[in-house]
């Protein structure tokens, strides 16, 4: 089973540690291979971990923010997304499929709004922009290219 420290990943994440730490609480991933516990203690992350890593810094890299990115990495199909991509090989799979993730209307109401609460309207996955088309003209959201990504993240797990 590869895993790898905080410095590997933000190398071929191409960020700081310091931003994927603050990702990290963000989208609630901790390192699952070895947690780290006291202060100074090596953590260790697996292949699973690097990829929602990754997702998270490229929400960021989208525009989003603290809450919209929480949001997004906690819905159903960032989930299912995730959940598939425990391998080198299964990354590679996904990569070919050059999906888009896509998050329309991620925007929290202003806080004392009567019905303040999670409110985007959907996150999908597809091969085209067709069907968005119409949803991302009515209402703000953001197309992240996961196919692509996770295509550059496979090379620098490869080396």
């Known amino acids: 089973m590869s895993f790898f420290g905080i410095e590997q990943v933000a190398e071929m994440l191409g960020t700081s540690q310091v931003r994927l730490n603050k990702l990290g609480a963000i989208a609630s ?7 780290g516990g006291i202060q100074g203690k090596r ?3 697996s ?4 990829c929602g890593l990754g997702l998270a810094l490229w929400l960021w890299q989208a525009g989003l923010r603290g809450s919209a990115i ?3 990495m906690g819905h159903k199909v960032s989930q299912g997304l995730m959940s598939n991509l425990i391998s ?3 990354i590679k799979r996904e990569a070919e ?4 993730l896509v998050a329309v209307n991620f925007r929290r109401p202003a ?4 019905r303040a609460k999670r409110h985007y309207e959907a996150v999908w996955l597809t091969e085209t922009l067709e069907h968005p088309k119409s949803k991302l003209r009515r209402s703000s959201g953001v197309v992240v290219p996961v196919g ?9 797990l490869e080396s």
């Open 47 to 50: 292949v699973q971990d690097v």
């Open 29 to 35: 991933i901790t390192a699952s291979v070895d947690k």
């Open 43 to 45: 953590r260790h992350f």
């Open 70 to 72: 929480s949001d997004v």
């Open 111 to 114: 806080k004392g709004h009567p």
């Open 88 to 90: 080198l090989a299964r």
């Open 148 to 156: 692509e990504l996770l295509h550059l993240l496979a090379k620098a």
């Open 97 to 100: 499929r050059r999906r888009l």
